[in-house]
């Protein structure tokens, strides 16, 4: 996103007023997430365990016009995210929205994962997940409700090779996007999913293609032909935290350009010519 108003469905004020969180706020698609926010007038409080990854986003942010709080932030702790809330509290006085974004992930066959790779994983992923959204909850409740949006995946529903430990966490963080939101509901606070597929210029993307090679595999089977975006990401979330979205809630966008559901079809579809 950019401060282009043609690049965008939405108003260039429509969080003006509201403070987000977002865990993993200064890199790959926390960092795209930040900066729709900001683009579109929230003032950002931007966690990560390295605050080194978060200064330049903040330093960004306050370019746009807007306030940011840098917080070094293990969201495996639970007492550091109460903290963070509370330092959001203290320079903001209300959160509206939370991004839990955080993420731990590697490539590795499930018959040699370690306990101590499989725990990394879901601690972060899935506890992490729970300890902001159970610490950010009184201060979105104050606020008069808010939302929450948590960053899934495709192969939640799917599977994947050498993801087991993280399709396992995020599937868990997709069942607890529901649970929280039909408890939270009467609170006015909504919480919901943005499930992306592979994002291009992402850890994530590199790794594929350093490892095994299929990217280029992976983007020849997308529909619309490319890869995801941060900013297609962002454009989700953004929804999602706006007033346009006030009567959603419990539910998952997939922003992955059909790969989930046609890729085999738009396959045979490149080789149509052959059976004409």
Not at 16 to 31: E, F, L, N, Q, S
């Amino acid at each position: 996103m950019t401060d282009d108003s043609s690049s965008t469905a939405f108003r260039p004020d429509i969080l003006a007023g509201k403070v987000a969180i977002v865990t993993g706020g200064g890199t790959g698609i926390g960092a795209g997430i930040s900066r729709a926010l900001a683009e579109h007038s929230a003032h950002l409080v931007l966690a990560s365990r390295r605050r080194a990854h978060l200064e330049p986003m903040a330093e960004e942010v306050t370019r746009l016009g807007r306030e940011a709080l840098v917080t070094e932030l293990d969201v495996r702790d639970s007492e550091g995210c109460e903290a963070c809330v509370a330092a959001a509290l203290d320079r903001f006085g209300r959160v509206d929205i939370l991004i839990n974004n955080a993420a731990g992930n590697f490539l590795t066959p499930a018959d040699q994962l370690s306990e101590r790779g499989w725990r990394a994983v879901v601690d972060i992923v899935l506890n992490g997940t729970f300890n902001m959204s159970q610490a950010v909850h009184a201060a979105l409740r104050e606020s008069g409700g808010g939302s929450i949006v948590n960053i899934t995946t495709t192969y939640v529903g799917t599977g994947a090779p050498f993801m087991a430990h993280s399709g396992a966490a995020k599937a868990g963080v997709m069942n607890l996007t529901r649970s929280l939101a039909v408890e939270w509901g009467p609170e006015g606070i909504r919480v919901n999913a943005v499930a992306p597929g592979l994002v291009e210029d992402t850890e994530g993307a590199r790794r594929l293609a350093e490892s095994i090679g299929i990217v280029d595999d992976y983007r020849a089977a997308v529909p619309l032909g490319r890869l995801v975006r941060t900013d297609d990401v962002a454009a989700a979330v953004l929804f999602l935290c706006s007033d346009s979205a006030s009567h959603i809630t419990g539910h998952e966008i997939t922003v992955d350009g059909g790969a989930s559901i046609g890729g085999l079809f738009k396959q045979v579809g490149d080789r149509i010519d052959i059976v004409r």
